[in-house]
């Protein structure tokens, strides 16, 4: 597999600019016979699709949900990081470059990281153009924060719902577009199946994919001379995550089945404020914004004693004196305190609940205290600054944040690894561009607080259509693509295969007849009791990976990890049962399909966490750590992009290293104490 | 808690819907209205007594919008402020009988069971519900002044998260309350002026041809938003289609 990351010559601060100079163009008249099908609508697509369809090309693109507003961006709530220097406190691109690659551990490409930094101060010029509100001072002019792992504050906001106002702001583009007719919008259509066809030279490009109806449970060819995934991250695999209930992971992980490598998949971020598990019944887990870490204070008891009597319902957290509480993140970080970036915070709760400290009914959980955040600023200050969060807060767990502290612990969160694409997104397969959380090249080991919007938004409006321009120069001469042959006929079959597949599960063969073969509604069947729901699976899918490939990993861990995938992907396939029909709206058919793509990624996972013995940003190997628990890294051994190559179904995948050269940045140990 | 469930059945558009009945156990107090019908339809699954009920939900945290289902009698259910999936059951009593239905309106037909189809949102945005900027060519974010106050306000009018909430508390199914929060987000702000007068009139008619309803000024829209939008954004919206009658920017 060739990993040729395409890195422009020049200086760092050039590469950019000399790459834009000498890009390949595509005439006006010439942009609109060529088709782009875009895949997602969050951020990063719904930005590319309508920065590609206003610059003339034709694009289809498509989104699971029932309109492109609802894409999971929308819940991001912090803010968007760019290096604008409006406070004057010494930001600028070079230093946002620099937090970004110090925060993912040194585990990111250089140019790529100084591409973003550079582009940062143009997105937020675009969004203010088209409307998004920013928060704004009493001048009228834009208003900043500061967020972990930074030393300024260059992080816009629009209260506790930036990613709604900038999703917003992409979906009024896109719905421009749509309107002049450049842009075709399939909402309630699932990406399937990609369909690649060798061109002349026989080289493979990218010319189509399959989707769903997820209305009809029809399937669908789409045909085009390039495809972008912006398809989000696979944190769900995990089951309880801070992701929407539909974010998967199937649509990457076709284009991974069908060529395209997949980068560092063992990077998972986990964000350490969410409200607690409460019950097994629960379905996600909510995020409190990391904002609240500026003036929250996070602690536990000091005394095993009190932590018990806690969790037994017999003490509340006010009845622990201040000279009994473990404000073990002041304790252990003096220089950041509250702040660490979010793999520090989270491994210190996970260490102290480990140790019997933890509080709430299942010992899974440590304070966060806004006491002294009210004393010292009083109430109006805090309700002004954190009112929706506390809201937030209260409905959902029925207590009160003024009065008693929040109860918070880390969950899965973000995905840093995806699919492996070079300077100009492009995978491994010709004409396949991967954009915004479906893509590794970015964030590292560890990405840093509102910088996911950020790439979003700067791979969307601002990298594809140059880079997607320079690919689609040569393919003018092709003609239309059409959704038609050898290769097309394959990929639907090959999706019909799986869904009947599925469907199919359960049916014992004397039954196998016809579709009312299946156990029907109100029968009893022998042996029904051993059928379970797809959630049933993923569930306990997620339990091993939070058990065993979390927080905290060992050789140990992730064979026992290994073993246990194995049984319940075995044990899915004996005993799943899906309802219902494939051609019909089907919510346990689609939950199966993705649940199916899940038990591959998460072996490929656990493979990417045992090959990487070092610990750094996300990925924690317990054999790899300091004397007092901090991440160890092995940068003469691992200083490098792990891209893995599928080779079927129950065969290993083939691991190809790219190596990070380091050319500008000084490599240090992290420190945040 | 123990719950009867009287539930909305549809196979599909042009089937004829029905109330079904299910019987519900030990649910926790703690658990949303949505955790609660994933329950049910692991007990329908597990124990093959019905297909599962669909019902559209994504974020589960109360900003994407996709959840609505009117329980009894009101959109979002008896809590305040908040969407479906962010109800919890402790706002009802051991034993209750619920009613859940479907949004009820001509512009939102239902697709199966509770899931409607509300594409006719996207059309009225499509239809001018946004600032043309294309991507690059603009100003210094900075070089754009806007009040605090105005940022303010159309951070509240930007905060609707197009659930449809506001369509179906509506006895008459007007759309006024959703149309009239993105006429006044993009009107308070300078960006959104050079085509303001435009944009009304495409959006109002946009609305009007979909099969909304007409606003009667009752405002149950506002007492229902999970968002708590404002009814003086109905009237901005009026100020502004009564300004492009006469040919005038109307500023807000």
């Known amino acids: 597999m060739n990993l040729d990351s395409k890195i422009p010559e020049g200086p760092l601060s050039e590469k950019w600019t000399r790459y834009k100079a000498s890009q390949k163009l595509v005439n006006p008249a010439n942009k609109r016979k060529l088709d782009i099908i875009v895949v997602g609508t969050g951020l990063a697509g719904a930005s590319a699709a309508a920065s590609l369809g206003a610059l003339g090309f034709h694009v289809d693109i498509f989104c699971i949900q029932d309109s492109p507003r609802r894409a999971h961006s929308i819940a991001a709530q912090g803010g968007i990081n760019a290096a604008k220097n409006y406070q004057n406190d010494g930001d600028s691109v070079e230093r946002l470059f620099k937090d970004t690659i110090k925060g993912g551990d040194y585990r990111a490409r250089e140019a790529n990281v100084y591409r973003l930094a550079e582009v940062s101060g143009s997105i937020i010029d675009q969004c203010v153009a088209q409307g998004v509100p920013f928060a704004r001072d009493y001048s009228g002019l834009l208003d900043n924060r500061s967020f972990g792992g930074a030393q300024v504050s260059r992080t816009f906001y629009a209260r506790g719902q930036t990613g709604q106002q900038l999703l917003l702001g992409a979906y009024g583009a896109l719905s421009r577009e749509i309107a002049r007719g450049t842009v075709v919008l399939h909402e309630r259509h699932e990406m399937m199946d990609l369909v690649v066809v060798p061109d002349k030279e026989g080289k493979p490009r990218a010319r189509g994919i399959i989707a769903r109806n997820l209305v009809t449970g029809e399937l669908e060819r789409y045909a085009a001379h390039a495809v972008v995934l912006a398809t989000g991250g696979y944190g769900n695999i995990y089951y309880l995550s801070t992701n929407a209930m539909n ?103 996970k260490e102290r609940c480990d140790a019997g400290y933890g509080v709430g009914p299942t010992g899974l959980a440590v ?306 104490k | ?85 962010q109800l919890h059951m402790r706002h009802f009593h051991d034993g209750d009988e619920i009613w859940v239905e479907p949004w009820r309106a001509k512009a939102f037909p239902v697709i199966k069971d509770l899931v409607v189809d509300r594409t006719a949102f996207d059309k009225i945005i499509q239809a001018g519900g946004y600032i043309s900027a294309t991507t690059g060519g603009v100003p210094d974010a900075n070089n754009i002044l806007v009040p605090k106050h105005k940022a303010d306000q159309a951070m509240d009018a930007a905060a609707c998260i197009g659930c449809g909430a506001c369509v179906a508390a509506c006895k008459n199914a007007s759309a006024m309350l959703f149309v009239g929060a993105k006429v006044s987000h993009l009107a308070l702000l300078p ?42 954004n109905i009237a901005r919206l009026n100020r502004q289609w009564i300004g492009q009658l006469f040919g005038r920017d109307r500023r807000e």
């Open chain 2, 191 to 232: 960006q959104g002026q050079p085509e303001a007068m435009d944009r009304v009139r495409k959006m109002v008619c946009k609305m009007d041809e979909l099969g909304f309803g007409s606003c009667t000024n009752t405002y149950a829209c506002e007492a229902e938003c999970p968002k708590q939008i404002k009814r003086q």
């Open chain 1, 247 to 349: 974010s998967n992971g199937s649509a990457a992980w076709v284009c991974h089945r069908r060529g395209a490598a997949f980068a560092n998949p063992c990077y998972v971020q986990i964000h350490p404020t969410c409200i607690p598990v409460h019950g097994d019944y629960q379905s996600k887990l909510t995020l409190m914004s990391e904002s609240l870490r500026n003036d929250g204070r996070i602690w536990v008891p000091k005394k095993k004693e009190d932590a018990e009597a806690i969790r037994r319902g017999e003490k509340g957290p006010l009845d622990i004196a201040e000279e009994d509480r473990d404000y073990y993140l002041e304790r252990r970080y003096p220089a950041f305190g509250n702040l660490v970036p979010r793999d520090v915070a989270s491994r210190a709760a």
């Open chain 1, 367 to 672: 304070y966060l205290d806004f006491a002294d955040a009210i004393k010292r600023l009083g109430r109006d200050v805090v309700e002004q600054k954190y009112g929706n969060l506390f809201q937030m807060y209260y409905k959902i767990v029925d207590a009160d944040p003024y009065q008693v502290p929040m109860m918070i612990y880390p969950a899965i969160h973000y995905t840093m690894g995806g699919l492996w694409v070079d300077y100009e997104l492009q995978t491994t397969i010709p004409g396949l561009f991967a954009a915004g959380e479906a893509n590794f090249s970015d964030h590292g080991a560890n990405r840093l607080g509102a910088s996911a919007l950020m790439q979003g938004l700067a791979d969307g409006y601002f990298v594809l259509p140059y880079t997607l321009q320079n690919y689609l120069a040569d393919q003018i001469y092709v003609g239309k693509i059409k959704a038609e042959g050898p290769e097309f006929d394959e990929a639907e079959a090959n999706v019909r295969a799986r869904l009947d597949g599925l469907m199919a599960i359960g049916k014992t063969s004397s039954r196998q007849d016809s579709e009312t073969s299946r156990p029907q509604d109100g029968e009893t069947t022998q042996g029904l009791e051993d059928f379970h729901s797809v959630d049933h699976y993923h569930k306990a899918l997620g339990r091993v990976m939070w058990e065993y490939c979390g927080m905290a990993r060992s050789k140990e861990s992730l064979a026992t990890a290994k073993e246990k995938i194995a049984e319940l992907e075995a044990e899915f396939y004996q005993h799943v049962f899906i309802p219902g029909k494939a051609a019909e709206m089907n919510p346990e058919l689609e939950k199966a399909y993705r649940l199916e793509d899940y038990f591959e990624l998460a072996r490929l996972i656990v493979d990417d966490a045992t090959q990487r013995e070092e610990s750094c940003g996300g990925h924690f190997r317990v054999e790899h750590q300091t004397e007092d628990g901090e991440t160890l890294r092995d940068d003469e051994n691992f200083m490098f992009v792990a891209a893995w190559e599928y080779q079927g179904h129950d065969k290993p995948e083939v691991m190809y290293k790219e190596p990070l050269d380091y050319e500008y940045i000084q490599i240090v140990k992290r420190n945040y």
């Open chain 2, 1 to 85: 808690m123990k719950f009867t469930l009287h539930i909305w059945r549809q196979e599909n558009a042009r089937a004829k819907g029905h109330f079904e009945t299910y019987e519900i156990d030990n649910i926790s107090a703690d658990c949303s209205f949505l955790e609660m019908l994933d329950q049910l339809n692991e007990k329908l699954i597990n124990d093959h007594i019905a297909h599962p009920v669909c019902f559209d939900n994504d974020c589960r945290e109360g900003i994407c919008g996709m959840c609505g289902l009117y329980i009894n009698g009101r959109p979002h259910g008896n809590d305040d402020g908040v969407t479906t999936c």
